[in-house]
């Protein structure tokens, strides 16, 4: 099988992170997986973790994290300056995306808020 | 600044010009790339922008569909996807794009072909499985294209920032540092040149009056020994002459007398 390639990991509630599996984007081998379900008992100590194990490891490519998710580590996210993995936002299901919150986007529409004026 | 430890030569010169010119030609050629970067840039920053929007509709429709097979249809399989053991389906390899010399990654999603078996919706429901299953492929892929542009938004990002930082170096203080050096050994060229024409100047002065104090002192003597010269011969015509003009003299009168009387 060809294992070249790099993953994609997920960070979310269990309606994100099922869909994704479903679609074939998990990865579980006898120790590790590429995601992690965030439920209400979550504490942000293990998402930090989760996050911090999954951009250290050098077979993903990217990082998919619900936005909900990724306000409560966002101090991480502020400080993260990698290229590869990239993080990515992205909604769930019970909070709808907000691309304010995104630094991403804040700075595109700053760009292009300021190309346009 | 630098320019009072520069020699001021005719090298010196020479090397400085070469080196302005560099100077100038790399400038030109950075705000070239500076320029390609800056469109890419917003061609980027706009993509990313339409994607987002169409990535919320997608997670929306994906979101629905797996409400609907999991709630309604096939029972909750929910946990069931989530414990079983699998290798990643769908992967994605990086490529790189090259835009003016910045190298990009893309992300390329490819499926390993290992398409995931479990009996999911077998009891019922198994159409809306998998159409759900279809949306969220769908919403991988458009995730894998936002996180390629997203990266590359970061990496030219800092490529742009490097670049222009350069582009205002070269404008703003190599390219001045070079022309004042240059022109400041211009003018202790030109300094150099005035003093050695003055010297000049000066020399030749100096020798036209010398020369002409000789010809001077040459011609006073010239004039003394003509004067001695002349001298003796008056002296000595008047000596031998003297009886010529009397016996001239006496001819004369008896001439003219002959011709007007």
Same mark, same amino acid.
């Given at each position: 099988?060809?294992? /070249?390639? %790099?993953?994609?990991?997920?960070?979310?509630?269990?309606?994100?992170?099922?869909?994704?599996?479903?679609?074939?984007?998990?990865?579980?081998?006898?120790?590790?997986?590429?995601?992690?379900?965030?439920?209400?008992?979550?504490?942000?100590?293990?998402?930090?973790?989760?996050?911090?194990?999954?951009?250290?490891?050098?077979?993903?490519?990217?990082?998919?994290?619900?936005?909900?998710?990724?306000?409560?580590?966002?101090?991480?996210?502020? /400080?993260? /300056? %990698?290229?590869?993995?990239?993080?990515?936002?992205?909604?769930?299901?019970?909070?709808?995306?907000?691309?304010?919150?995104?630094?991403?986007?804040?700075?595109?529409?700053?760009?292009?808020?300021?190309?346009? /004026? | 600044?630098?320019?009072?430890?520069?020699?001021?030569?005719?090298?010196?010169?020479?090397?400085?010009?070469?080196?302005?010119?560099?100077?100038?030609?790399?400038?030109?050629? !950075?705000?070239?790339?500076?320029?390609?970067?800056?469109? +890419?840039?917003?061609?980027?920053?706009?993509?990313?922008?339409?994607?987002?929007?169409? *990535?919320?509709?997608?997670?929306?429709?994906?979101?629905?569909? !797996?409400?609907?097979?999991? #709630?309604?249809?096939?029972?909750? @399989?929910?946990?069931?996807?989530?414990?079983?053991?699998?290798?990643?389906?769908?992967?994605?390899?990086?490529?790189? &794009?090259?835009?003016?010399?910045?190298?990009?990654?893309?992300?390329?999603?490819?499926?390993?072909?290992?398409?995931?078996?479990?009996?999911?919706?077998?009891?019922?429901?198994? #159409?809306?499985?998998?159409?759900?299953?279809?949306?969220?492929?769908?919403?991988?892929? =458009?995730?894998?294209?936002?996180?390629? $542009?997203?990266?590359?938004?970061?990496? *030219?990002?800092?490529?742009?920032?490097?670049? =222009?930082?350069?582009?205002?170096?070269?404008?703003?203080?190599?390219?001045?540092? *070079?022309?004042?050096?240059?022109?400041?050994? =211009?003018?202790? $060229?030109?300094?150099?040149?005035?003093? &050695? @024409?003055?010297?000049?100047?000066?020399?030749?002065?100096?020798?036209?009056?010398?020369?002409? +104090?000789? #010809?001077?002192?040459?011609?006073?003597?010239?004039?003394? =020994?003509?004067?001695?010269?002349?001298?003796?011969?008056?002296?000595?015509?008047?000596?031998?002459?003297?009886?010529?003009?009397?016996?001239?003299?006496?001819?004369?009168?008896?001439?003219?007398?002959?011709?007007?009387?």
């Amino acid at each position: 099988m060809d294992e /070249s390639g %790099k993953l994609i990991a997920i960070i979310g509630d269990e309606d994100t992170v099922t869909g994704f599996l479903l679609a074939g984007v998990g990865h579980r081998t006898v120790n590790t997986t590429n995601f992690l379900v965030v439920k209400n008992d979550t504490t942000v100590s293990q998402i930090e973790d989760a996050f911090n194990r999954l951009t250290a490891r050098d077979d993903i490519a990217i990082v998919l994290i619900n936005q909900h998710v990724a306000n409560e580590i966002r101090h991480l996210l502020g /400080s993260y /300056s %990698k290229t590869i993995p990239t993080v990515l936002e992205i909604p769930s299901k019970d909070v709808p995306y907000d691309p304010e919150q995104d630094y991403i986007m804040q700075r595109i529409n700053m760009m292009l808020g300021a190309g346009q /004026s | 600044m630098s320019a009072q430890q520069v020699a001021p030569t005719r090298m010196a010169l020479q090397m400085y010009k070469g080196k302005l010119l560099g100077a100038k030609k790399g400038y030109e050629l !950075l705000k070239k790339k500076s320029d390609a970067l800056k469109a +890419r840039f917003r061609k980027i920053a706009k993509q990313i922008h339409e994607l987002k929007q169409v *990535m919320r509709e997608d997670a929306a429709t994906a979101f629905f569909s !797996l409400t609907q097979a999991a #709630q309604y249809v096939a029972g909750d @399989f929910r946990g069931k996807v989530l414990d079983t053991p699998r290798p990643a389906a769908v992967r994605c390899r990086a490529r790189t &794009d090259n835009v003016a010399g910045v190298k990009l990654p893309v992300f390329e999603s490819y499926e390993t072909g290992s398409e995931a078996k479990d009996n999911i919706g077998l009891a019922g429901g198994g #159409q809306k499985v998998g159409q759900c299953r279809d949306k969220y492929k769908a919403w991988v892929e =458009n995730l894998i294209k936002l996180a390629s $542009l997203q990266t590359s938004f970061v990496t *030219m990002d800092e490529a742009l920032k490097v670049t =222009n930082r350069r582009v205002n170096a070269l404008e703003n203080v190599t390219i001045p540092r *070079m022309e004042g050096v240059i022109s400041y050994i =211009n003018r202790e $060229l030109d300094e150099l040149e005035r003093e &050695d @024409f003055t010297r000049l100047k000066k020399v030749v002065e100096k020798k036209r009056e010398a020369a002409a +104090r000789e #010809q001077a002192l040459k011609n006073e003597l010239a004039a003394a =020994n003509k004067l001695l010269e002349t001298d003796e011969a008056l002296a000595a015509s008047a000596a031998v002459s003297g009886g010529d003009d009397t016996m001239l003299d006496e001819f004369d009168t008896q001439e003219q007398g002959d011709v007007y009387f």
